[in-house]
């Protein structure tokens, strides 16, 4: 029951983080922040189940491109769940593995393929997000941006939707929705 409490309150958390826009870059170093955003989104997206090898396989979250998280994403998801399923990072030498993973962090070193990578995923069943400008509106499902000292998302519906993937409503209603 405390572990249940613990969940909910830290979830609780994360959401007013991201609500009220306290995640400030002089405060928090921004791809930590958004290394817990990455797994906070990997409890607010439901894929169909075909995305997993098995009910037991684990959600994994992949950053394609030159890695900006350093060990902040493994720090965000080391010994996390999400359900009964582990969550796990890795950082991927190429496009034929991203389709093993369940959110595709593309980084900005992949900027002049972006295209083209974000129409080989299209269809997948991966999440797809980046912080490049205009991330969300060329075609990726979350974008994040930074405003000043905050940083904010930007939700493309039509392509979660073309995945099959649905985002829950509290991600939405914290996110700018681009078409």
């Not at 959401?15 to 290394?35: N, P, S």
């Not at 890695?67 to 796990?88: I, S, Y």
Request: aromatic share 8%.
């Amino acid at each position: 029951m405390a572990f249940l409490i613990a969940w909910v309150a830290r979830t609780a958390f994360l959401l007013g983080m991201l609500g009220t826009g306290i995640c400030r870059a002089q405060t928090f170093d921004e791809y930590h922040v958004k290394a817990v955003f990455l797994y906070t989104f990997a409890k607010f997206v439901e894929w169909s189940p075909q995305a997993f090898s098995s009910p037991s396989a684990a959600v994994t979250i992949c950053v394609l491109g030159e890695d900006p998280f350093g060990d902040f994403l493994n720090e965000a998801v080391r010994g996390k769940t999400v359900g009964l399923r582990l969550v796990v990072a890795r950082q991927l030498s190429g496009l034929p593995a991203a389709r093993e993973c369940n959110i595709l962090f593309i980084a900005a070193s992949e900027r002049r393929r972006m295209s083209a990578l974000l129409a080989s995923v299209s269809t997948t069943g991966v999440l797809t997000v980046g912080d490049t400008l205009d991330f969300a509106s060329e075609g990726g499902m979350i974008g994040f941006r930074t405003e000043g000292d905050r940083i904010r998302l930007s939700v493309n519906l039509s392509a979660a939707d073309k995945a099959k993937l649905r985002i829950s409503s509290r991600v939405l209603s914290l996110a700018t929705i681009v078409k």
